[in-house]
């Protein structure tokens, strides 16, 4: 039961993330800062790739 329940914990928080890094790598200030001199904000990479991370071992404990 507690596997279960943690495992939604993360699908949840680990969605939350993966949209919020992606909110923050499609603003403009991030725009613009790619179109100047190509770098990608690190919050942006940090919230899709934590994201995704939580997601799967959220999925692995639904299991």
Same mark, same amino acid.
């Given at each position: 039961?507690?596997?279960?329940?943690? /495992?939604?914990v993360?699908?949840?928080?680990?969605?939350?993330?993966?949209? $919020?890094?992606?909110?923050?790598?499609? %603003? #403009? %200030?991030?725009?613009? /800062?790619? *179109?100047?001199?190509?770098?990608?904000?690190?919050? *942006? $990479? #940090?919230?899709?790739?934590g994201?995704?991370?939580?997601?799967?071992? /959220?999925l692995?404990?639904?299991?």
């Open positions: 039961m507690n596997n279960k329940i943690i /495992g939604i993360l699908v949840v928080a680990g969605a939350a993330l993966a949209i $919020w890094g992606y909110n923050i790598y499609d %603003s #403009a %200030s991030a725009q613009i /800062g790619r *179109a100047l001199n190509g770098d990608t904000p690190i919050e *942006a $990479w #940090a919230g899709m790739v994201g995704a991370i939580c997601l799967l071992v /959220g692995t404990r639904l299991k």
